[in-house]
């Protein structure tokens, strides 16, 4: 058919950017003066056309022909070669850099939009601009001057690529326990030597070197998270005028149900004794530094299943719109003709809870990268330091909750697909195996609970917290000041008083010494903080929508009206679940804390 | 490793035979006066030895290399050469039907729990087991008696293999729009004309004759449901004294995601006007005579979602207690050896949700089970009826329930191996594969809970409901009187109290002539109804658990402990759920109610 998945809804994304993102506000800052809407818009339509006219044509073909390894390198198909260069044009990797590093300090709610289309046209194949991406700006952050020179504007630039080289085979999350070692020699470099598991883009035929950025323990060091330093360790090194190979061997290629353009492996580094690295930051800095990296990543985790839930919602919707079965309900026995499926109330349904996903969700990832502009470049310290630390309590959410609902959101794209959703002809169930890793990689949702309850939402007696709550009690009185019903102002407001009164609760568990009972129920209390927070995106949008709805021409009203219909979906829906979720964290319900593993 | 995958846990049978399912007062009824508590381990060790020594080792292969289509005709694995005379000659074909059949009047809680084995050790190969039992059950039922003599014990023999032969293109879940047509012939016979699609075992290599149940209208018949017909239309027809093509034809393999065992296939009926088949049944009977095959196929779903649900959570179960990760909350610092990630509590928590959804959802599956067996042969006329009303009430939330959240437990399983979960070097992801397509297929979960609101729940007045609710107060009584704590019981009562009262205000609605505000939630309706009863399982297993408790060994309390805290997971942790789908089936809640296709 000639119809091309638009990827996401640019409506969509011009309201935000319009009337939800407070644009006018961030774009008056200093650093931002040479942004305005429109330099935006340039920026969003020469993504969004190359993710629609490039990327997705090429996505099936990159799915089902994986990269293959053979002798000791990874061939990637050969259409990766092709597109890489392009999408290294477009310039994103560096685009909201300073012009220091070579960039143009572009807004990141705008790269997040921009990036957004390329992730959802392809994001296995968009992942290399996110590595390379952040590794270039951990050795800005962190490197000498020396490492800048070698590696940053080749990063920043795709001439080389790069990867975080973090996970050990036998310690998983767990990096305390990484065993990779780096000994020093005497011209002030490292002989690195271990083993990593599941590291992407970490071998491929696409740029002559590959940067990995090392976690490992120089000699001597503590055991620990702080006996760990972070080394870059090139695939290819300098010697004399040309350059050698740096004793990185691939040891193994993960066999991937999903994300299949990015090569997932496992190396080794130091097999033969003679692989050189040099230290990045401070000995024992390693997991400081590395996590500017992760926590860039995991939000653009989020936005990479944002996008992955919303080319499925799309194609659902489309789907729904055009295929003929059935009738409605009290039009039965055969008469009439049959109706579009979108005509049933119950497929209806599972795409406003779509919409209300990806929608809900984008506007979360969208808001928390506005937090991370003003940290980078309000003028005011004390708004640089507040919107940090919201910035932080919100990685974990903008990470799980697309995640975990974006994989709700591919499954239900699927299912109205009936039985052709379940067949590998069409690519609903590739986006599901997608989806399915954005769960686990850069820290799984466990994880991700532990690090909001354990870390976050603790962090300055709860200061940030109450911040944030702050900024969704003036989200709350904008809603009510534009008109929207009291009822999904009320639930708002209300779920925010539950959240923090549940913290405080959890707080003075942790401080009276019960840890454990603390964190007990830390996957329900990531749920119940994310199910609060997208209910003030919605609340937000509701707000603007209905600002919009009085003036609006009768050709645009209806998509203000659908705004207000998943608002009250997910608000009426999903927000009054805070309430049993703090019961949860709050009752003392310990069927798991008792349960024994020789009971199971 | 030497470990093998149980495929359920024998102690959690051997607990639901001997302390849930009320065993004695089924067996003492006179069709079961063969059949004894041994007896039925014997049929139980049977199944789960091939199932564990012959199904599961075949497991990987037939789903790595699919059926493929060649020259018109399918060819399966040839590993299903070799299993499935095996399979057959289990006789659990035929066990649970009359010796007139050649039966043995197997109840069908025995036959279910064994089938469980089968269905975990490899479902795709097991599905034919359900195939050839429901086309020869049909038979039997609606045949005429040279229909029996052809087809009824070739079928339960497993000689030839059947399909229910309903989904046209056009058509999917909507059959009063089919369009297949069958005209009558001077010999009393019909040439059968149409595209049939998503056909299980529609063609293979296994057996010389396949039969195909076909819905097809006669000419002349009215449109709607009411003029379908159920046919039986064989491959090879008799000639003479040979045999001959019955211009039956494959047009299309389909390429599915999971179930990879047994193949899904388009095929034509009479591409050449020469297509010979049968009426089974009386003329516009055809929906009536295919929805008791249809039935016992939701039912046999839900048991395949439970049994993938469970060899997943073992599975899973024996990773966690393997797998080294990490240390306790409060031991952080890199001190200490590494400990088992089941040691973990959020570890434990996606461990014991699971074990509560397949455990629950085994026994939902059971007791549906029972009562069929009872509304087959209890003596009294009027236990009959009624546990024949539970039995169509209880059909689709035993089918999706066990799907719906037996997906969600597949994903767990998975998650809980972390990135290697992620791979398909482990059978983890198959078995999410294999499990999306229960959600999917004998009517989606959507139709599941139009099934349920419009038809199951209002028949009779609502009294079906009210006997099914009569049972869960039973088990409340019996639960107080073992001394389950007061806050289980009284969850499961609120909640028999509030699906009630939401039933009879969706029904007034109904009867006032608002049926489509009746319908609106009826996805929320099945999930409120379905937590509802798996709770009321669980509280059951949580009586039986404490009974035992007082007099177990040590070496057996911890069973029951585990059923305390599994039970205590579920009823405080989903069942509170029932109050807010309440609301949301009540409130007026409309947002997709008034979403308009071109909102979106």
């Not at 033969?272 to 926590?295: E, K």
């Not at 820290?443 to 300055?460: C, S």
């Not at 904008?478 to 923090?500: I, K, M, P």
Request: charged share 20%; with cysteine; hydrophobic share 40%.
């Amino acid at each position: 058919m000639s119809w091309t998945n638009p990827l996401l809804d640019d409506r969509d994304v011009a309201f935000l950017l319009d009337d939800v993102l407070e644009m006018e506000t961030l774009l008056a800052m200093p650093a931002f003066a040479e942004h305005t809407r429109e330099s935006i818009d340039l920026v969003l339509s020469t993504c969004r056309r190359f993710a629609r006219d490039v990327l997705l044509p090429t996505y099936r073909q990159l799915d089902q022909e994986p990269p293959v390894l053979e002798r000791g390198r990874v061939r990637l198909h050969p259409k990766m070669r092709e597109i890489y260069p392009q999408l290294m044009g477009l310039g994103l990797t560096v685009a909201p850099r300073p012009k220091a590093a070579g960039g143009q300090d572009l807004p990141l709610v705008a790269d997040t939009l921009a990036n957004a289309y390329l992730v959802a046209g392809n994001l296995g194949a968009a992942g290399l601009v996110m590595l390379s991406r952040g590794t270039a700006h951990l050795v800005e952050a962190f490197g000498s001057r020396a490492l800048k020179d070698e590696y940053m504007h080749r990063l920043y630039s795709g001439e080389w690529t790069g990867t975080m080289a973090l996970t050990e085979p036998h310690a998983g999350s767990s990096l305390g326990d990484l065993r990779t070692t780096a000994r020093p020699t005497a011209d002030g470099r490292y002989l690195v030597k271990g083993s990593k598991i599941f590291i992407s883009g970490a071998d491929h035929d696409l740029t002559p070197n590959i940067v990995h950025l090392v976690l490992a323990r120089i000699e001597g060091a503590p055991p620990g998270t702080k006996g760990i330093s972070l080394f870059a360790v090139p695939r290819m090194r300098r010697e004399g005028d040309g350059w050698a190979p740096n004793d990185v061997a691939v040891t193994g290629l993960i066999h991937k149900i999903g994300y299949r353009a990015l090569p997932s492996l496992a190396i080794d580094f130091g097999e033969h004794g003679d692989c050189r690295g040099d230290l990045v930051g401070q000995p024992g800095q390693g997991l400081h530094c590395m996590f500017q990296m992760m926590n860039a990543a995991r939000i653009a985790v989020g936005l990479a299943s944002v996008a992955t839930a919303s080319v499925a919602y799309q194609e659902a919707l489309a789907y729904a719109r055009d295929r003929l079965q059935g009738r409605p309900i009290g039009a039965r026995g055969g008469e009439g003709e049959q109706v579009p499926i979108i005509e049933h109330a119950d497929v209806r349904r599972m795409l406003l809870r779509q919409k209300a996903i990806v929608e809900g969700s984008l506007s979360l990832v969208a808001w928390t990268a506005r937090y991370a502009d003003i940290a980078s470049h309000h003028p005011d310290p004390a708004e640089r330091v507040r919107a940090q630390g919201i910035l932080d309590l919100l990685t974990p959410v903008a990470k799980t909750f697309p995640a975990e609902k974006g994989y709700e959101s591919n499954v239900l794209a699927a299912q109205i697909h009936g039985g052709y959703g379940y067949s590998s002809e069409l690519p609903l169930e590739a986006w599901v195996r997608d989806q399915r890793l954005n769960s686990i990689h850069e820290g799984t949702t466990g994880i991700q609970g532990l690090d909001l309850l354990g870390r976050k939402v603790m962090a300055k007696g709860g200061e940030t917290l109450r911040a944030l709550a702050a900024d969704v009690a003036r989200t709350v009185g904008q809603a009510r000041d534009a008109g929207v019903s009291a009822s999904l102002c009320d639930r708002v407001a209300s779920a925010t008083c539950t959240v923090v009164e549940t913290t405080m609760h959890l707080g003075a568990l942790g401080l009276a010494g019960d840890v454990t009972r603390m964190m007990l129920h830390s996957a329900d209390y990531l749920e119940m903080v994310s199910l609060w927070l997208v209910g003030w995106q919605w609340l937000a949008q509701a707000a603007a929508a209905t600002r919009r709805l009085g003036a609006a021409r009768p050709e645009e009203a209806g998509f203000y009206e659908g705004k207000l219909c998943a608002a009250a979906y997910f608000i009426e829906t999903d927000v009054p679940r805070v309430d049993q979720l703090a019961w949860l964290c709050r009752s003392g319900e310990d069927s798991y804390g008792r349960m024994k593993p020789e009971w199971f």
